[in-house]
C-alpha cells in the first residue's frame, strides 16, 4: 500500500515541550503533506514538502523528509493545549489523489 | 474567501435507506474530492469530481456514486445504506488546474449515522 502510516498512534505531552511524530510510506512520492483535525471537524493544511526538499518549516511546525528512508516527521516545538488533535500525512505519487495514513493522535496538557 | 461547507452536519438513517450528502467548494475550485473517515480504516478517499467529469476512483462498491454541477457544487449518494456506512464525510475542494501539488481544503464534514 502506498498509504502513509503515522508513528506513534498516541501521544501525550506537557504544554511546552516539543511534539515529534512520524510518517513513513512504501513507495516513490510526488509529495507529503500534513494535515491537522481537531476532534469531530475537518482537516486543516500544515505544511506540503516535495520529493526534492528535506526540511520545511512554518511557525512553530518543523517537516522534514527523507526519501532514501521514505519517512518524514513533524516537529511541534513549544506545544501549547491547542495543539490538541490528531495529525494526518497524506502522501501525493503520481495521481492526484492523496492517500492519508491513520493518523496521531497528540493530547497536550496544560 | 468562504471554505468548503458541507450539508447537512449530521445525519442519521436506517439500513436500507439512501442519502445524498452536499459539498460546495471554495469560490473558483473546480476540483472536489470525497472521504470517508472511520476510526478503524481511516481516511478512505472515494472519488475526485473534476470539471464535472469523475477523474479519480476509490475502492467503494457501487451503492457510493457521486456527480458535479456546473458550479462546481458536487454531491455523494448512498443507496442500500449498511450499518458500515457510520461513518464522517469529508469534502475537500483545490484550485484549478492540474498541479499535482494543489493544497486541499477540507470542509467540516457530514457525520452519518446509520441505525
Known amino acids: 500500500s502506498q498509504q502513509g502510516e503515522e508513528d506513534p498512534q498516541a501521544l501525550s505531552i506537557q504544554e511546552g515541550e516539543n511534539a515529534t511524530m512520524n510518517c513513513s510510506y512504501k513507495?516513490?512520492?510526488?509529495?507529503l503533506q500534513w494535515y491537522r483535525q481537531n476532534s469531530g471537524r475537518g482537516l486543516v493544511h500544515l505544511i506540503l514538502?516535495?520529493?526534492?526538499?528535506r526540511e520545511k518549516h512554518s511557525g512553530r511546525l518543523r517537516v522534514t523528509l527523507d526519501t532514501s528512508k521514505k519517512s518524514s516527521s513533524l516537529l511541534i516545538t513549544a506545544s501549547r493545549a491547542a495543539d490538541t488533535a490528531s495529525y494526518f500525512c497524506?502522501?501525493?505519487?503520481?495521481?492526484?489523489?492523496?492517500?492519508f495514513g491513520r493518523g496521531t493522535s497528540l493530547i497536550v496538557h496544560p | 474567501k468562504a471554505g468548503v461547507t458541507q450539508t447537512p452536519r449530521y445525519l442519521i438513517k436506517t439500513r436500507g435507506q439512501q442519502v445524498t450528502l452536499s459539498c460546495s467548494p471554495i469560490?473558483?475550485?473546480?476540483?472536489v474530492s470525497w472521504y470517508q473517515q472511520t476510526p478503524g480504516q481511516g481516511l478512505q478517499f472515494l472519488f475526485e469530481?473534476?470539471?464535472?467529469?469523475?477523474?479519480n476512483k476509490g475502492n467503494f462498491p457501487g451503492r457510493f456514486s457521486g456527480r458535479q454541477f456546473s458550479n462546481s457544487r458536487s454531491e455523494m449518494n448512498v443507496s442500500t445504506l449498511e450499518l458500515g456506512d457510520s461513518a464522517l464525510y469529508l469534502c475537500?475542494?483545490?484550485?484549478?488546474?492540474?498541479?499535482?501539488?494543489?493544497?486541499?481544503?477540507f470542509g467540516p464534514g457530514t457525520r452519518l449515522t446509520v441505525l
Open positions: 469560490s473558483g475550485h473546480r476540483s
Open positions: 513507495t516513490s512520492i510526488n509529495n
Open positions: 475537500a475542494s483545490s484550485s484549478p488546474g492540474a498541479d499535482k501539488n494543489n493544497e486541499q481544503f
Open positions: 497524506a502522501i501525493r505519487r503520481g495521481s492526484y489523489i492523496p492517500t
Open positions: 469530481y473534476f470539471s464535472e467529469t469523475q477523474r
Open positions: 514538502i516535495r520529493s526534492n526538499e
